[in-house]
Each structure stands twice: as structure tokens, then as C-alpha cells.
T-cell receptor
């Protein structure tokens, strides 16, 4: 079974609107971390936001927030007030447990296009 | 700011050639990673290292080897390149064993003819 599932290969959003990128995960480990990365067309992966499995509150970083629903095993990324520069590929990733040297599993990604 | 650099952005090699991809990080990170990225397959971990001279296989190590002689440098080696190794290769590092956030280099797009 895939550990990270991103069901939206592509998404479109109008500039200045909010958009939600879906991510579901599968793990039996009680300790895990969830990440979102952005990959612009230049290719470099950029860390956006992190949510730990024991965190009580949803993570927020500027216009990015992570809608963490533990029981449903979902960790959706919400981008508020979309900008043209948000057009990129977005990856959800998970690190299980406290070992594995920070090794993470990545989803297949969602391509977001922001329309002017 | 963390800086992860990769030796080449684009590389073209022939089948059977030995290929070295170099990655350097300047923030004294303990962990370093090599991924390949292919359309529809996301990022797949090839190898990672959590200390000098230490390495562990990732999900797809076949056809690859790695070397970490110095903390800041992690090399990916294709002993005999094949066309199915044409891909984007991404290097990443993270601070220490318990740290989570990985910082990525710009990637190397390798084409094997």
C-alpha cells in the first residue's frame, strides 16, 4: 500500500483565492512527521511546513497551513490568497518513527497552476 | 541559509559509462540523501548517509553506489550507466538524526544515451 497518496495530479486556482491540496498517509507508527515541499519549474525542492503526529494544533507558516486530521490520516495543505508564484509542483512527505535518520517517503505530487 | 549544491544541472552520458554525481552542503548536516525523481513516481530514495563513511540503502539502490568520505560531501555513483537511469537526481541534507526538515539541492538532470 502506498504510504503517501496525493489524489490530485493537477489543480487550478484563481489568483487571490485559497486552494487545498490533498494528502493522505498510511502508517501504524504512533510517532511520525508530515511535510509539504514546493518544487518550482527550476527544480529545487523548498520546504514549506511541518506537522508532528503529537502536535495538538495545526501547523501554520505564513500563507500555508496544514489541515491535520489524525483520525482520517489526512494532512492537507491550504494555501491562502494564491499568488502567481505559487504555481509549482507540491509534494507531501512522511517520516515514520524517530529513527531512520530522517528518511522520508514522498507522494507523487500535485501540480498547482495559479491563473491570473 | 542552508546551501546544498550539486555538481551539474544537466549531464549527458553514454550507456556503460561510470558517472559521478556530487553533492555538497555547507551547514555541517549529519544526514544526506540521494533521490531520483521520475514523472508519475514522485521521489524515490536511492541511498542515504547519517555519518561519514556510513551509508544505508533506500528503496531503489540497485545500479547505484555512494561515497561519503567527508561530512559535507555525498557522492552518487553509477558504475555502468544504463538508459533506465535517465532521470532527475536530487540531493538533500538534514541537520541530525532526529531532525526532520530536508534541504534540497537544485537537482541534476541526467540523460543516458
Amino acid at each position: 500500500a502506498q504510504k503517501i497518496t496525493q489524489t490530485q495530479p493537477g489543480m487550478f486556482v484563481q489568483e487571490k483565492e485559497a486552494v487545498t491540496l490533498d494528502c493522505t498517509y498510511d502508517t501504524s507508527d504512533p510517532s511520525y512527521g508530515l511535510f509539504w515541499y514546493k518544487q518550482p519549474s527550476s527544480g529545487e525542492m523548498i520546504f514549506l511546513i511541518y506537522q508532528g503526529s503529537y502536535d495538538q494544533q495545526n501547523a501554520t507558516e505564513g500563507r500555508y497551513s496544514l489541515n491535520f486530521q489524525k483520525a482520517r490520516k489526512s494532512a492537507n495543505l491550504v494555501i491562502s490568497a494564491s499568488q502567481l508564484g505559487d504555481s509549482a509542483m507540491y509534494f507531501c512527505a512522511m517520516r515514520e518513527g524517530n529513527t531512520n535518520a530522517g528518511k522520508s517517503t514522498f507522494g507523487d505530487g500535485t501540480t498547482l497552476t495559479v491563473k491570473p | 541559509d542552508v546551501k546544498v549544491t550539486q555538481s551539474s544541472r544537466y549531464l549527458v552520458k553514454r550507456t556503460g559509462e561510470k558517472v559521478f554525481l556530487e553533492c555538497v552542503q555547507d551547514m555541517d548536516h549529519e544526514n544526506m540523501f540521494w533521490y531520483r525523481q521520475d514523472p508519475g513516481l514522485g521521489l524515490r530514495l536511492i541511498y542515504f548517509s547519517y555519518d561519514v563513511k556510513m551509508k544505508e540503502k533506500g528503496d531503489i539502490p540497485e545500479g547505484y553506489s555512494v561515497s561519503r568520505e567527508k561530512k559535507e560531501r555525498f557522492s552518487l555513483i553509477l558504475e555502468s550507466a544504463s538508459t533506465n537511469q535517465t532521470s532527475m537526481y536530487l540531493c538533500a541534507s538534514s541537520l541530525h538524526r532526529e531532525a526532520d526538515t530536508q534541504y534540497f539541492g537544485p537537482g541534476t538532470r541526467l540523460t543516458v544515451l
